[in-house]
């Protein structure tokens, strides 16, 4: 009997050993990258970004992770090679607060602790939850652009300054020890709108703008006539193209410490 539960215990801890179950919990610090219409050529732009992870281990091939992430993004038509984009002159920042959830698997087996198995490429896929608030500078400060409804909205038919969108990308994991390990990853984000930055779809009439929002909306919403004779900002006309949503990237390196799972106890006589 007592060889018999040796065996057993052996057994149940090999196959744990294998599961490799048990949570992480780390934070990574990276950049963040807006892609939209006021970044049409994909520039290279990026904020300062940060996060927390928490991660749980299935086995050593599929895990499911948590983030909360917080970036800062931005877009110029003054930096576009487009000389319409150019001649709108519109511009925006924005902060970032980003929730995901994702579905990760590893390329190779990958072992806490293991010499063979301490390191892997890793793809993800999955959905996040995000908040925005896009400004522009103007008179020596910066406005928040939603609530001007800059492109013809009415009042409480502004964009949601929560939305949702697609996440994927993909990561490398290394082990220093048996608990820490390194990660890097490069995540986008393909999101279900398009006024990340508050620009999708044509210019407003000027004359209800300024009736129902004021003169700031309209000094905002056409922003040619800063360097432009005659502004291009006619009723009807093309802003943005609403056929493409907006998308941020983020690329972080964290630090990650795993909790374990279960190693065999001694044997003692």
């Not at 087996?109 to 400004?135: C, I, M, Q, W």
Request: with cysteine; net charge negative; proline share 3%.
């Amino acid at each position: 009997m007592k060889k018999f539960f040796i065996a057993f215990l052996f057994c149940c801890c090999s196959l744990l050993t294998f599961a490799q179950q048990g949570w992480e919990l780390g934070g990574w610090i990276g950049a963040s990258n807006y892609f939209g219409d006021l970044n049409t050529n994909f520039r290279i732009e990026p904020g300062l970004a940060a996060g927390a992870i928490a991660r749980y281990n299935f086995n050593n091939r599929i895990c499911v992770k948590l983030g909360a992430n917080y970036g800062n993004i931005s877009g110029d038509d003054a930096k576009s090679e487009n000389s319409y984009e150019q001649a709108r002159n519109l511009s925006f920042k924005s902060a970032l607060i980003d929730g995901v959830a994702q579905l990760e698997f590893n390329f190779l087996p990958y072992t806490h602790g293991s010499r063979d198995e301490f390191f892997t490429p890793y793809l993800f896929a999955g959905f996040n939850v995000y908040y925005f608030n896009p400004k522009a500078y103007i008179n020596d400060t910066w406005v928040e652009l939603r609530p001007l409804g800059t492109e013809g909205q009415f009042r409480g038919e502004e964009y949601y300054s929560v939305q949702g969108g697609f996440a994927y990308g993909f990561g490398l994991k290394l082990d220093i020890t048996y608990e820490w390990s390194i990660n890097v990853e490069l995540g986008a984000r393909a999101l279900f709108n398009d006024y990340l930055d508050d620009v999708s779809t044509v210019y407003p009439d000027v004359d209800d703008l300024e009736a129902f929002r004021g003169q700031l909306a309209v000094d905002l919403a056409d922003r040619s006539v800063e360097v432009l004779d005659t502004p291009i900002g006619q009723p009807g006309r093309q802003r943005g193209n609403s056929g493409n949503n907006d998308s941020y990237a983020m690329l972080g390196v964290g630090l990650v410490y795993f909790f374990g799972d279960l190693r065999c106890p001694g044997i003692t006589r």
